[in-house]
């Protein structure tokens, strides 16, 4: 079986593990996640990201709050002081929910230099895109959306922000022969109806159903289109 979830933002391992469990995921099945695992709430998503490097059939591709960290990893580099770009950085990072995560992974790296090297490195590698078929439907995964879209443009040709901070609106078509599965923008802007259900549109799938704000992720099992809903975490103070 092969299964797509995103925009995880700091959902508690525990409680994910439990979705996973609660659909009989196994090591024979595959799980892509749409980016965003980090950020915004719980730990930030470290302890989330330190089981997905460890997962063989989990597949992970950049979200923007990914690319958003690794932008300001100079941060972490202590022997070269803060330079302006990272100063930039790390102001749209914060402002984007990252102080979270930062902390965590400081306390990582003091902790554990190795496993905050790990995480890093497997952050660097991850591709901005994806592919595959099940059942003879084919299926294209990026996390924002395909900014400027054109039928006849390669996936390859579109850039990182095109890729990462797209947001598609409801009347956007993308390929004719393949469905984009995507998140990033949570399901409740486009309306209150869709808060915390996925969007299907004739071309292209929204399952960012809001789990950085307490709703449940989704879960979406590509070979009969099931979606199954995580438990809601709402955070009071």
């Not at 984007?96 to 890093?120: P, Q, W, Y």
């Amino acid at each position: 079986m092969i299964y797509v979830c995103s925009d995880l933002h700091g959902y508690p391992l525990t409680a994910f593990k439990e979705l996973l469990k609660s659909v009989g995921f196994t090591k024979n099945d595959t799980l892509y996640i749409l980016g965003d695992v980090i950020d915004r709430r719980g730990d930030g998503g470290v302890e989330m990201l330190s089981w997905i490097i460890r997962q063989k059939n989990v597949k992970m591709i950049m979200g923007n709050h990914e690319r958003m960290l690794l932008d300001c990893k100079g941060i972490f580099d202590k022997s070269r002081g803060l330079r302006m770009d990272d100063v930039l950085a790390l102001d749209d990072y914060l402002y984007n929910g990252g102080a979270v995560t930062i902390e965590t992974l400081e306390k990582l790296r003091e902790k554990d230099s190795g496993e905050f090297t790990h995480i890093m490195g497997y952050l660097e590698k991850l591709p901005c895109y994806d592919e595959t078929e099940v059942n003879g439907r084919k299926f294209v995964f990026v996390h924002g959306g395909l900014e400027d879209f054109k039928s006849h443009r390669r996936l390859y040709d579109y850039d990182g922000y095109d890729l990462l901070w797209s947001r598609p609106e409801m009347t956007d078509e993308y390929f004719k022969t393949k469905t984009v599965i995507l998140g990033h923008t949570p399901t409740s802007l486009y309306g209150e109806e869709y808060r915390g259900r996925i969007i299907i549109t004739p071309t292209w799938i929204n399952i960012d159903t809001g789990a950085a704000y307490g709703e449940g992720p989704a879960l979406l099992r590509l070979d009969d289109m099931e979606v199954f809903y995580g438990e809601k975490t709402y955070e009071t103070d």
